[in-house]
T-cell receptor, first 111, second 113 residues
Framework: DAGVTQSPTHLIKTRGQQVTLRCSPK?????VSWYQQALGQGPQFIFQ???????QRGNFPDRFSGHQFPNYSSELNVNALLLGDSALYLC??????????FGSGTRLTVV | AQSVTQLDSQVPVFEEAPVELRCNYS??????LFWYVQYPNQGLQLLLK??????LVKGINGFEAEFNKSQTSFHLRKPSVHISDTAEYFC???????????FGKGTKLTVNP
């Protein structure tokens, strides 16, 4: 049974560019959440998608946007990249809010 | 604001010694509580969770945690650690009607031979 799959695993972008990260949830899960983990910090909640709509959002600017597809997979888009956006981006899927499974993450480096 | 405090940023211990990683949260409403482990360059793996019922929760790899509502704590313990337990440990909570996990800053556990 495949867990949560994220792609790509690593990414290097230039300041001002745009990036799209992808997540396939664990089989049977219908909810996808995204987290940003800066170096040496705990993950910070970006937003959660359920039934193709954003259900809850954390304290992130509008440059961060997302989408959920009918097959429950999800994308995280970040526009106008800043150096401070460099982080590990984690996707978590769940069927209920107390059963989160995390992917291995995408390491984004902005130069 | 909701917050989770992990009182120790780094905990060094010798192999086969007991360990306790401390976690406190700020909330006056119902909570779900979690401990996750993160190995270098990897995602988060769930160790254990408290949703309701018995306040002593047993997880994977011999870890356990006790929910103390009066002290708003959820400390993680293991009676005898192995070298392979070296990793970063995160305490997290879901509070009230929220959908999001709120994480602490993590505790780096280093097990020395």
């Amino acid at each position: 049974d495949a867990g949560v799959t994220q792609s790509p695993t690593h990414l290097i972008k230039t300041r001002g560019q745009q990036v799209t990260l992808r997540c396939s949830p664990k089989s049977g899960h219908d909810t996808v959440s995204w987290y940003q983990q800066a170096l040496g910090q705990g993950p910070q909640f970006i937003f959660q998608y359920y039934e193709e709509e954003e259900r809850q959002r954390g304290n992130f600017p509008d440059r961060f946007s997302g989408h959920q597809f009918p097959n429950y997979s999800s994308e995280l888009n970040v526009n106008a990249l800043l150096l401070g956006d460099s982080a590990l981006y984690l996707c978590a899927s769940s069927l209920r809010r107390h059963g989160y499974t995390f992917g291995s993450g995408t390491r984004l480096t902005v130069v | 604001a909701q917050s989770v405090t992990q009182l120790d940023s780094q905990v060094p211990v010798f192999e086969e010694a007991p360990v306790e990683l401390r976690c406190n949260y700020s909330s006056s409403v119902s909570v779900y509580l979690f401990w996750y482990v993160q190995y270098p360059n990897q995602g988060l793996q769930l160790l254990l969770k408290y949703l309701s019922g018995s306040t002593l929760v047993k997880g994977i790899n011999g870890f356990e945690a006790e929910f103390n509502k009066s002290q708003t704590s959820f400390h993680l313990r293991k009676p005898s650690v192995h070298i392979s337990d070296t990793a970063e440990y995160f305490c997290a909570v879901i509070m009230g009607g929220s959908e999001k996990l709120v994480f602490g800053k993590g505790t780096k556990l280093t097990v020395n031979p």
